[in-house]
Each structure stands twice: as C-alpha cells, then as structure tokens.
C-alpha cells in the first residue's frame, strides 16, 4: 500500500507499507543512499508473521520533499507525521546502515510510541567522546565523512554526478564497492532477488534529487541532537565484524552506553549481512525472545 503524508511544516513524505494491515507495526529506516522501497522481507512473509511493516522515504529521497539543513533527530516528528496518518499508536523500529541513527533517534525521542528499537550495522555520533570513529572504515567512506564535514558544497559537488550515473545505472553503486566488499557480502549480493530489490532502492533514491544523499551525510558529520545513553526502551544493536563501511566499534561503543541494549556481533559477516538478519530481527522487535 502506497500513501503520501504531509508534514506539519508542509513537506510531502512517500510512505509504503506491506504485510498484515492488523498486524504489529514496525517502521523500517533505509539505508544511504536508499528508500522506502526495499530491501525487506515479501509480503506474504510478514503476513504470517502478523507483521505491518511500514518505510517512507526520508526527506530529499525518493518521492518526499527535501528538508535541507535536517539533523538525525529530526526524524522522529517525521515518523510521528506517518504514525499518525496511518492511525498506528505503538510500533517498533529498525534502521540499517545510515538509517540505524535514525531509529535510535526514535527510542530516544519517542519512548511513549516506540516498543522497541533495532540498529543494524549502524554509526556512533560523530562526536563520540574514546572512539576514533574512522578506524576501521573504508578509505572511501572516510573521504566521503571528511568532505562531508569540512566542504559540504564540496561534498555536493562530488555526489551529484555520482547520483546521476546511479540513476542511469544503479548497478554502478554496487560496482564501486566491489574492492571494499567481503567473500560474505559478494554470496549475499549474488543472490538475483535481492540484487534485484537492492538496484530498485538505489534507483529510486536519486530518482528526482540527489539531495537526500547529501543531506544524510551531512547529518551524519554533526551531532545527533539526542543522547543513545537516554534511550531507555530495549534496543537490539546487530553488526558484522568485518563492516568497512560502517566498523563494529561503533556499535560497541554504543552498547557501552546504552543500559537498554542488546549487542549481537556477527564474527564472519560484513555489512550487507545486516539484510540476511532482518528476518530474525523482525522477530525479536515484535515477539521478543532471543535476539539471534
């Protein structure tokens, strides 16, 4: 089911949501680039399951509107902006990669409406007091992060042609990680079906803008705008060990933090193998039990 939802400051939100219209609600935050789209379980899946699962495109991505100068904690009036709309009270929520920020910015800002939060593969703040937050990540990450932060009109200028050619090709995305993918992340990227929903997210991304590529970015390269130590709803923090692009200090540094949260440290896996745990996390947000 496709909606639009309009904002209270006026700005337009794509949203989409699959599986049980009575089930559980979960609210899944795309990575970057990304989009409501995908990747995610099939429906009939969720529907056994009893599980809504709900994404929307975050500013400046897909069909929503650009929100410019966004922080990660912006996010939460958003996802309240949806909540609403779809008239869901109480709901969980994951983000993977970039979109994991986001969903502690929810169990931070929301803990009257959100049950329980899950973060895979995601980044500490930018400012984290002990952890040298670019050890461990891929030199073209790092360059990206550093651009990001000092130059950010720079940083646009290096992903407009970037999104263009993604738009014409989104299989060049995946093409420019190749050097930075592990042997894991190659077998889950091989597998047709998933390729398939990971080049639609992609297209649909920077179908009309670049700019919510940029705009995460250069929301990721400032302060969160909450604390993760005030998050007090339960919180599953998943990463594989060998993530370049995201390293696994990040989440250890989290947990370290967080009296709420659960860390499960995948030793083999890399970062598109946040894809194959979401099935498990789903049902850990929603049932509860045992996190893997």
């Known amino acids: 089911m496709r909606e639009w939802v309009r904002t209270g400051d006026g700005r337009n939100l794509r949203v989409e949501w699959t599986g049980d219209p009575h089930g559980r609600p979960v609210f ?19 529907y056994q399951r009893r599980t ?3 994404s929307y495109d975050r500013p400046g991505y897909g069909g929503s509107d650009r929100q410019p100068g966004r922080r990660v904690c ?4 958003d996802v309240v902006a949806v909540a609403d709309a779809l008239g869901v009270d109480r709901f969980a929520v994951v983000g993977r990669s970039a979109g994991a920020p986001h969903a502690l910015a929810c169990a931070a800002l929301l803990p009257e409406r959100v049950t329980r939060a899950a973060a895979l593969g995601g980044l500490a703040p930018v400012d ?4 040298d937050w670019f050890v461990g990540m891929a030199r073209s990450n790092i360059d990206d992060f550093r651009t990001a932060a000092a130059d950010p009109e720079g940083f646009a200028q290096r992903i407009i042609p970037r999104s263009e050619a993604i738009r014409a090709d989104p299989a060049q995305l995946i093409e420019a990680l190749r050097d930075a993918l ?8 091989s597998d047709a079906g998933l390729r398939s929903m990971l080049l639609r997210t992609y297209a649909e991304a920077v179908r009309r803008s670049p700019y919510g590529w940029i705009d995460d970015a250069l929301a990721l390269c400032q302060p969160w705008g909450f604390d993760p130590a005030d998050i007090r709803v339960p919180v599953l923090l998943w990463h594989g060990r060998r993530d370049v692009f995201s390293p696994a200090s990040h989440s250890a540094w989290l947990a370290a933090r967080m009296p709420s949260a659960q860390a499960v440290l995948e030793p083999a896996a890399a970062h598109f193998a ?16 045992a996190p893997a």
């Not at 912006?74 to 009036?77: F, M, P």
């Not at 984290?128 to 952890?131: D, I, P, Q, T």
């Not at 592990?182 to 990227?189: E, F, G, K, V, W």
């Not at 946040?274 to 850990?284: C, E, G, I, K, N």
């Open 128 to 131: 984290a007091e002990g952890l």
């Open 28 to 46: 899944l935050l795309h990575g970057m680039p990304g989009s409501r789209v995908g990747p995610r379980p099939r429906g009939m899946v969720l």
């Open 274 to 289: 946040a894809l194959r745990a979401l099935p498990t996390v789903l049902r850990w947000l929603v049932d509860g039990g």
């Open 182 to 189: 592990t042997d894991d992340d190659l077998r889950i990227l």
């Open 74 to 77: 912006d996010v939460a009036r």
């Open 52 to 54: 809504r699962l709900i």
